[in-house]
Structures are given as C-alpha cells and as structure tokens.
C-alpha cells in the first residue's frame, strides 16, 4: 500500500455545492415543481428551503435522541467532542439507549467513512454467508494503474489478477484502498457512476435524507453526510456478519507478495472495540465510525456503535484522524461505564428481577 494518508487528498476546501449534489431531502423537494414552473419559481423555491434548511440544521431532530441525548438515558452529557458533530447509540437499552447526537446537523465531507456504504451495497447485491469468499472479481487495468498514486490511499493490486470478494471487501475496509473501492463498484453495477446512483438510493431507503454521495472511495469532498445518518448506516450494516468479521481484523494479508496490511483504524486496540472505519482529508478532517461491545450490570453483551465527524477540518489529514481517535476514545470509555452501572430491566422499563 502506498504511504500516503488516508484517503490522501489534495490540499483544499470543497467546492459550492451544486443543486445536483443537495441533501436528497432537498433533491426530492424541489422534483416536486412542476414541469410548467418557471426558472424564476425554482430558484426563488429552492432558495426558501435552503433558508428555512439552514436555520433548523444546529439541532439535531427528536428522533435522533435530541441534542446531547435524551435526559436520563445513557448517551446524555456524554464527553462529546469540542468541534465537530458525534452521534452514539446503544442496542438492548429501549430509550435509554436510543441516540445521543451532538454538534451542527449539517451535511460535511466524510473521507473514507464512505467505504461502509459501498461495502453495505456490495454486499446487499452480491450476499456472503458464514467463512464463504464470494465471487472471483478480476483486477482490471484501470485498478492496477491506480496503485501507485502518490495522492490517495490505495493498495497494490495486479492486472488481471482474479481476487475474491471477501478478499476485496477486506483491501478496501481494513488499509482503505480507494482504487479497490472503485474496482468493487464497476464490478457490482458496471460503471461508478451506476453504483453510486445504488448508494444513494440505499442511503434513501435507510432514511439518511442529509447524505450525498458523488464516488464509492470517499476520496470527493462532494461526498457529504452528518453523524446521524451514518449512524442509521452503521446500525443497519453491522447486522451482517461478514462485514462485522472485515472491519473487526487488525491485519489482512498483501494482495501482492506475501506481508500483511494494518487495519488504519487503531481504535481496534481499545478492549471491545470491533470496528468500524477511519476517514481522513483535509476538507474533512478526522472521521471515525465505530463499535465496542459493552457488558451491563448483569454482565449481558450490548453493541454501542458511534461516529465522529469533521475533527480539526482544514488541517492535515494525518492531525485530523487523530483528534478522531481521541474524541472517540473518550466516547468508548464513558459509555463502557455507563452501561456497566445499568441494569437493562430497569433501563427499559421492564420490571426488575431479584434473587
């Protein structure tokens, strides 16, 4: 793998957004003018949501836990990050396990993160069962040429080389090869352009109606989301489990020759932590989806997933990531505690057993 940061771009801030690339919420509202309507009508139309948008995106919504987390529950006041937007939830909780979101709802570039959906969509069309490999995909000439570019994170793979879905899947989550992200989408629908029309409609169908993405790599600073939806994201595609068992490995073997390739996401040597994904850039700043498996009052098991966004944006990639992991550490830590002091009966409002 090239040693360059992850995903490496180019100095630089993301450009104006187009219409084109508005939240799907906004996409959908203004299809909904009429042929007849004048160009006048649109701009004036689309120009009132984007007000009306604009005010309301520093609060989180009340289905995302409110800011902060609801009072009580077990994502409240939790050690949330001085910049940037978080979100954390709990499973087996009921309410008080329900989200916590902190920080602006407002969609920012998310690097790498972007990996989880275009593993997500891969996997929904091509399903993995159990230790099975998938489907041999063979490595064209366009992924091996983009090996070695000295701009992006990419892994060395070989022209015509026929590697296994798993063993892709794997290239692309665990060192964060952008050239095996692009690889896996024109294999999965033929052009990236086709497959990332398929992530936006999976980011639709889970109701991540401020998500938009422009590349299955990351690598575009187009590509935009806010810590509540990829949490929706991260909740759905860690119910599948060979993507849990991809993003859990420290380590997966070279494509080329015979060494192996660190997972980027160090967060992995915390105790419980089985994931997710690391994203790093410049316009976006340290980015980190995760989950940690946490054990309650009554030593039962619970998933607690979370994600990190826009960490010391503008700064290097590498800084970035950093402040990602120490925001998320903390994260994992308060919420190891809390969980350990809850008994889950009383947290849902079930009726305690005693002995």
Do not use: C
């Given at each position: 793998m090239r ?15 187009s219409?084109?690339r508005?939240p799907?919420?906004?996409?959908r509202?203004?299809a ?6 004048t160009?006048?009508l649109t701009?004036?139309t ?7 948008r604009g ?5 989180p919504?009340?289905?995302d836990g ?6 009580g529950?077990l994502?409240a ?9 978080a979100?954390?939830l709990?499973?087996?909780?009921g ?5 916590g979101?902190?920080g602006?709802?407002?969609p ?6 972007t990996?989880?959906m275009?593993?997500y969509?891969?996997?929904r069309d ?6 099975a490999?998938?489907p041999?995909v063979?490595?064209d000439e366009?992924a091996?040429n983009?090996?070695?570019s000295g ?11 026929r590697?296994s879905?798993r063993r892709?899947?794997?290239l ?9 992200a ?8 033929g052009s990236q ?8 409609r ?7 109606d401020?998500?938009t ?9 187009t ?6 939806d990829?949490?929706k ?5 860690m119910?599948?489990?060979v993507?849990?068992?991809v993003v859990?490995?420290p380590?997966?073997?070279?494509a080329v020759?015979?060494g192996?390739?660190p997972?980027?996401n160090e967060?992995?040597n915390?105790p419980g932590?089985?994931?997710i994904k ?7 700043g340290?980015?980190?989806?995760w989950?940690?498996d946490?054990?309650d009052r009554?030593?039962?098991r619970?998933?607690?997933?979370g994600v990190?966004?826009?960490q ?5 990639p590498?800084?970035?990531l ?5 925001s998320?550490r903390?994260?994992v830590?308060?919420?190891r ?11 849902s409002?079930?009726?305690s057993?005693?002995?």
């Open positions: 040693p360059v940061p992850e995903p490496g771009e180019r100095d630089g801030s993301p450009a104006p957004p219409a084109s508005l799907h919420s906004l996409r509202r203004s909904l003018l009429g042929a007849g309507a160009a006048l701009l004036v689309l120009g009132s949501v984007l007000v009306a005010a309301a995106d520093d609060a919504s009340a289905a409110g800011p902060g987390g609801r009072p529950s994502t006041s939790l050690p949330w990050p001085d910049e940037g937007q979100a954390v709990v499973e087996g909780f309410p008080r396990g329900a989200p979101v902190h602006p709802r407002r920012v570039p998310i690097a790498s993160v990996k989880v275009t593993a969509v891969v996997l091509h399903p993995l069962r159990g230790d490999s998938g041999l063979t490595v366009q091996a983009e090996s070695f701009t992006e994170s990419t892994v060395e793979v070989r022209q015509g080389r590697l879905q892709l899947l794997e692309m989550l665990v060192p964060s090869g952008n050239n095996i692009r690889l896996l989408a024109r294999w999965d629908a352009e086709a497959f990332v029309a398929r992530m936006n999976a980011a639709d169908d889970l109701g991540m401020d998500t993405y422009t590349g299955a790599s990351g690598i575009e600073p590509t935009t989301s806010t810590a509540a990829q949490l994201l991260a909740r759905q595609v119910r599948d489990d993507f849990r068992s859990s490995l380590r997966t073997a070279a020759g015979s192996t390739i997972n980027s967060l992995l915390t932590v089985t994931g690391t994203g790093s850039s410049t316009p976006a340290g980015a980190l989806m989950a940690v946490v054990a009554n030593g039962r619970h998933l607690a997933l990190v966004l826009h010391r944006a503008g700064t290097s590498q800084e970035g950093r402040t990602a992991f120490d998320s903390r994260l830590e308060e919420v505690h809390r969980v350990a002091a809850t008994d889950p009966a009383a947290a409002g079930a009726p057993r005693t002995r």
